[in-house]
């Protein structure tokens, strides 16, 4: 029979059991109690680091806290991501990044974390690949400039190695169209769109919410089409890739937001539920727009799937391609 020393341990562990859920259901209700950093992983000024900005603000309104973004870039996002994993798993340390670390996972060796360390909060926007060339090219279209192209030695230009622009391109031109294309990286997004609008290059591969959207909309470039299932409202001229005879290919970029893996689900639910609440706001609906984002809403769970599916999808194109970082 047990020992009265047994029963005391007994009761004893069941108690300290009792209050660590209680005080984990506590910590959850009273979140947050501080103010929360969201670490970017790209430099401001970028894609991740305008929609975190616009989201934050949101958010923060909703929480009643403020969000205060940390710009960790270099490594393709890799560095804040690492330092995101190894932090604190309490709600208040979180990372906004982009496709980049799904592609990384793959892509990039020795990363310092997987993506199981991460619990996706939420997918907050995103844009679609989008194949872009000067005005001045005669080509109206993406099925114009492949029909133009074959024989001939063409390049494309992104804003650098390794970026989801750049495997969706290589991996449309060398799997899809059956062409070849070669890839000039630049550094940043900026001087690779201003040596399209110049024709130093023949093609730009970026996505519609990198810039290129406003680009297309005063006349300095010509979109030549959008790899989505429908054409994006901010440049209702520019076909999909399906309309130039290319259906079965589509792939977007986008910015979600990730706490450590460790973090207590009530935590990462109430954030998602804050997130989603942000979302809702007209305003803010109508920035991303503008800019050559599509909004999203979706549950912590709906969240977590998707960006699953995106570590496989976009892994199987880097597999294809043979890529590889160290």
């Known amino acids: 029979m047990p020992t009265i020393v047994q029963f005391t341990k007994a ?13 984990g259901a506590a910590s959850a209700q009273t979140f947050p109690e501080r103010d929360i950093t969201f670490v970017v992983g790209f430099a401001p000024g970028g894609v991740a680091d305008t929609v975190a900005r616009l989201v934050g603000q949101g958010l923060g309104a909703k929480l009643g806290r403020t969000v205060v973004v940390e710009n960790r870039g270099g ?21 906004v990044t982009t496709t980049a670390l799904a592609i990384n996972e793959t892509l990039r060796k020795n990363n310092g974390f997987v993506a199981k360390d991460f619990k996706t909060v939420a997918i907050v926007a995103s ?20 029909k133009a192209a ?14 989801g622009s750049h495997i969706a ?13 070669q890839h000039i990286p630049f550094q940043g997004g900026a001087p690779a769109m201003n040596a399209t609008i110049g024709g130093q290059i023949d093609l730009l591969a970026t996505t519609l919410g990198g810039g290129a959207a406003a680009q297309i909309g005063g006349g300095k470039l010509k979109g030549l089409g ?19 005879g290319f259906p079965k290919f589509e792939a977007s970029s986008w910015v979600g937001i990730f706490a450590p893996a460790k973090t207590d689900p009530a ?4 954030l998602n539920a804050a ?35 995106e570590v496989d999808s976009w892994g199987k194109m880097v597999k294809a391609l043979n890529l590889s970082i160290n």
């Not at 001045?136 to 400039?145: K, M």
């Open 275 to 309: 997130v989603q609440e942000a979302m809702k706001d007209p305003a803010l609906v109508k920035k991303l727009t503008s800019i050559g984002f599509d909004p999203l809403q979706n549950t912590q769970e709906q969240a977590e799937s998707y960006f699953r599916s």
């Open 127 to 146: 844009s679609p690949e989008s194949l872009i060339t000067s005005a001045s090219n005669p080509s109206n279209n993406l099925a114009d400039f492949i």
């Open 75 to 95: 490594a393709g996002g890799n560095i804040a991501a690492a330092a995101v994993s190894r932090a604190n798993a309490d709600g208040y340390t979180l990372l």
């Open 267 to 270: 935590i990462v639910a109430k």
């Open 150 to 163: 074959k024989g001939k030695d063409i390049n494309y230009g992104t804003a650098g190695v390794g970026s």
């Open 226 to 244: 959008v790899a989505s299932d429908k054409r994006a409202a901010v440049v209702p001229n520019v076909p999909t890739y399906a309309e130039a």
């Open 11 to 23: 009761i004893a562990a069941a108690s300290v059991a009792t209050c660590l859920l209680g005080a």
């Open 169 to 181: 391109a290589e991996y449309f031109f060398s799997k899809i169209a059956n062409i070849k294309a």
